[in-house]
């Protein structure tokens, strides 16, 4: 099993910045790929940026040049490092791993940019 853990977020003004982790632990050489997801509220989950075992990193058009997703192996953590944000960027954001057999999410964590 995997489990993962999402930390960070939190009240942003427009245009600033902010720095999601998620921790994993558990069968952690079993994850093919660690996502980020963020759900508005009334809205669907929706994906935003994965970053592959290899280290391949993509992201959702709309973040593309704003928010970078990086991990760091010693720490078993994938940050989601978010810059010029908007309002329409607040949501609760979830990191999800990819393994063969499961598909594993955190709690989530809230992130609010305010105008």
């Known amino acids: 099993q995997v489990q993962l853990v999402e930390s960070g977020g939190g009240l942003v003004q427009a245009g600033g910045s902010s720095r999601l982790s998620c921790a994993a632990s558990?069968?952690?050489?079993?994850?093919?790929?660690i996502d980020w997801y963020r759900q508005a509220s009334g809205k669907q989950r929706e994906w935003v940026a994965g970053?592959?075992?290899?280290?391949?990193?993509n992201y959702e058009h709309s973040v593309e040049g704003r928010f970078t997703v990086s991990r760091d192996n010693a720490k078993n953590t994938v940050y989601l490092q978010m810059n010029s944000l908007k309002p329409e960027d607040t949501a609760v954001y979830y990191c999800?791993?990819?393994?063969?057999?499961?598909?594993?999410w955190g709690q989530g964590t809230q992130v609010t940019v305010s105008s």
């Open positions: 970053i592959t075992s290899g280290g391949t990193t």
């Open positions: 999800g791993a990819d393994t063969p057999l499961y598909y594993y």
């Open positions: 558990g069968t952690i050489l079993s994850i093919n790929k």
